[in-house]
């Protein structure tokens, strides 16, 4: 399924308008990597990883909205994780070293009418001997006005996530990144859903997000 705000809002402001919106919020290493082959047209479902890839299925969902509430169609979030061995596999062709250190699982999608995103992937690892939890990192981008990072994805059920990691991530950037995963039918299912703005410095309303 595909939204047609997307394609309205880079028709008129191209993908070099795209490539130069401003970042803003908390420090982030290789936001411009986000930029680096990013389609015209987004889907509001993302294969992240292919189906061949080896690991245990992830589902991630959730629904992206304003500090009203009220859902953000169009919105792009941009993910990037580690497989299941913990690093970030190398991408066949990328154009910016960025990108090389985001590896090959790498993506966008964006929110449909109601708001509503849907990511296919596995598990990712931890990295290797590290006490860093698994996650998945995310970045939003609102066509014509900012692109700013908020809180990974994290698991609850995860050994290296202590009770003080996610004490100060329940009031996290863009909501609380931690999710409780389920099992079903062999597939993790994770809910994240996205607040945009929440706790990002010198965020203001997009207003083209409202068109």
């Known amino acids: 399924m595909r939204f047609s705000i997307l394609g309205i809002l880079l028709a008129s402001f191209?993908?070099?308008?795209?490539?130069s919106l401003p970042i803003i919020g908390h420090a982030c290493e290789g936001c411009e990597a986000a930029f680096d082959g990013l389609p015209s047209a987004v889907?509001?479902?993302?294969?992240l990883?292919?189906?061949?890839?080896?690991?245990?299925?992830?589902?991630?969902?959730?629904?992206?909205?304003?500090?009203?509430?009220?859902p953000r169609p169009g919105t792009i979030l941009y993910?990037?994780?580690?497989?299941?061995?913990?690093?970030?596999?190398p991408p066949a062709s990328p154009s910016t070293a960025a990108a090389r250190r985001h590896g090959r699982l790498r993506g966008w999608v964006q929110a449909d009418v109601d708001?509503?995103?849907?990511?296919d992937t596995i598990r990712p690892g931890s990295y290797p001997n590290a006490d860093i939890p698994e996650h998945i990192h995310v970045q939003v981008i609102e066509?014509?006005?900012?692109?700013?990072?908020?809180d990974d994805v994290l698991f609850r059920d995860d050994p290296k996530l202590?009770?003080?990691?996610?004490?100060?991530?329940?009031?996290?950037?863009g909501g609380n990144g931690v999710s409780t995963p389920r099992m079903v039918d062999g597939v993790w299912l994770v809910e994240r859903d996205?607040?945009?703005?929440?706790?990002?410095?010198?965020?203001?309303?997009?207003?083209?997000?409202d068109t």
């Open 14 to 19: 191209g993908v070099q308008a795209a490539e």
């Open 43 to 47: 889907s509001t479902r993302l294969q």
């Open 49 to 70: 990883a292919p189906t061949d890839e080896p690991g245990v299925r992830m589902r991630v969902s959730g629904k992206i909205v304003d500090v009203e509430g009220r």
């Open 79 to 89: 993910v990037h994780q580690t497989d299941r061995t913990g690093i970030y596999p």
């Open 115 to 119: 708001g509503r995103y849907q990511i």
């Open 143 to 150: 066509p014509g006005c900012f692109s700013y990072f908020i």
């Open 162 to 173: 202590t009770a003080a990691q996610e004490r100060a991530l329940a009031m996290g950037t």
């Open 194 to 209: 996205v607040i945009l703005g929440k706790n990002v410095p010198g965020y203001r309303a997009c207003a083209i997000a």
